[in-house]
C-alpha cells in the first residue's frame, strides 16, 4: 500500500510518501480502507520526537490520528461490524495511523460514522470532536443556560467545541482572529473577541461559568484566565495548566486535560452532526501525498487540513 512515513525523527522532510506492508488484523482488531485522513498539530510533535519520552515510538512510523473509511477486514473475536461498515476513529498514536491506504485498530476505538456528511469530510471529527467533548462536558460539566468562553475558537478543535456548547444551551464567546469571524458566526457563536487587538478582560461583559483553553498560551497567561471566572466555575486547558494555588484563593477549579479514545462518545458525535448540530469545519483538502505541506504550515492553520486516500462509496 503507499503510505506517508518517516524513518528516524526530524524536520518536515522526513516524511516520505513510499510503498509499506498492509497491516494485518488480529483477534480485536478491524482493517480499515482509509477515505481521509486529518491533521493534528500532535502528529507534528511526534515526527519531531518532541514526546519520544513519553510516547515512544517503532520506527518507521506512519502518522495521523483521525480516520474514515470502510471496514475491509475483521478480526475473529470482534462483533459489532461487517464488511463494508463506513466507520471513523480516533487511532492510538502510539501505533502507525492513518496516512496510508490502510490501517489497522482496535475495533472497540471504532465508531460508525455519521450518515448526513461525505465519509472523507467525517475524517475531520474524532480527535477534536472527543477533546471538545470531554473538555466542555467530563471536565466542564457544562450546562444549559452557562457561558462558556472558548478560546482559539476556529481552531480544529474549537470549531467543534463551539457548536457542542451551542448545541448544549450555552452561551458562547470564542477568541478567533479577525479571518475566522464569519466562519464562526456562521457556526453559531455569540460573540467573538479578537485576539489580535481587543483585551478579554476588556470585552467580557460578565464572568463566565467555564472557560476551555485550547490556545498554547503559557501557564502565566492561562491563570490570568482564572480571574473571569465566576465563583465555582472551571478553567479547562488542552494545553499549559492554570496555577491550582492561585484558583483554590479564587474559589475556582482547574483541569489541565488530555483527549482519551472513546467509541461511545464517537457514536453520541455522529448522532449529533447526523441531526444537524454540527459540522466539521475543513478549511482545505489535499492529497495525501502533500502531508509534508501541511506539516510546513503547523501553527498557522484554521479548522481542518484533511488529506484524502481512497474514493469510497
Given at each position: 500500500m503507499k503510505a506517508v512515513r518517516y524513518h528516524q525523527y526530524g524536520a518536515v522532510e522526513v516524511l516520505r510518501y513510499e510503498?509499506?506492508?498492509?497491516?494485518?488484523?488480529?483477534?480485536?482488531?478491524?482493517?480499515?480502507?482509509?477515505?481521509?485522513?486529518?491533521?493534528?498539530?500532535?502528529?507534528?510533535?511526534?515526527?519531531?520526537?518532541?514526546?519520544?519520552?513519553?510516547?515512544?515510538?517503532?520506527?518507521?512510523?506512519?502518522?495521523?490520528?483521525d480516520v474514515s473509511g470502510i471496514i475491509e477486514k475483521i478480526g475473529e473475536s470482534v462483533n459489532g461490524f461487517q464488511f463494508g461498515d463506513k466507520v471513523f476513529a480516533f487511532l492510538d498514536m502510539t501505533k502507525n495511523g492513518a496516512a496510508a491506504e490502510y490501517v489497522v485498530c482496535k475495533a472497540n476505538d471504532v465508531a460508525l460514522a455519521p450518515k448526513n456528511i461525505d465519509l472523507q469530510d467525517a475524517a475531520a471529527l474524532p480527535g477534536g470532536a472527543m477533546t471538545a467533548w470531554q473538555g466542555l462536558f467530563d471536565h466542564g460539566n457544562l450546562q444549559s443556560g452557562q457561558r462558556v468562553l472558548i478560546t482559539a475558537a476556529a481552531g480544529g478543535v474549537g470549531s467543534i467545541a463551539v457548536q457542542l456548547a451551542k448545541w448544549k444551551g450555552a452561551y458562547v464567546i470564542g477568541t478567533a482572529s479577525a479571518e475566522s469571524i464569519s466562519a464562526l458566526q456562521d457556526l453559531g457563536i455569540d460573540e467573538i473577541i479578537n485576539y489580535k487587538n481587543e483585551l478579554i478582560e476588556e470585552k467580557l461583559t460578565e464572568k463566565v461559568d467555564l472557560i476551555f483553553n485550547l490556545s498554547p498560551l503559557s501557564s502565566e497567561e492561562v491563570t490570568k484566565l482564572l480571574l473571569l471566572l465566576k465563583d465555582g466555575g472551571t478553567l479547562v486547558s488542552a494545553y499549559n495548566p492554570a496555577d491550582e494555588d492561585v484558583a483554590k484563593n479564587l474559589g475556582v477549579h482547574v483541569v489541565r486535560m488530555g483527549v482519551q479514545r472513546n467509541a461511545e462518545q464517537l457514536s453520541q458525535i455522529a448522532d449529533i452532526v447526523d441531526q444537524g448540530h454540527v459540522k466539521p469545519f475543513i478549511t482545505e483538502r489535499l492529497a495525501l501525498k502533500e502531508l509534508a505541506v501541511v506539516h510546513e504550515k503547523v501553527g498557522q492553520t484554521r479548522g481542518k487540513i484533511l488529506l484524502l486516500v481512497n474514493d469510497v462509496v
Open positions: 510503498e509499506a506492508p498492509t497491516p494485518d488484523v488480529s483477534a480485536d482488531e478491524v482493517l480499515i480502507k482509509v477515505a481521509a485522513t486529518a491533521f493534528n498539530p500532535a502528529d507534528a510533535m511526534l515526527r519531531m520526537g518532541v514526546m519520544k519520552d513519553i510516547l515512544p515510538l517503532e520506527l518507521p512510523f506512519i502518522p495521523n490520528v
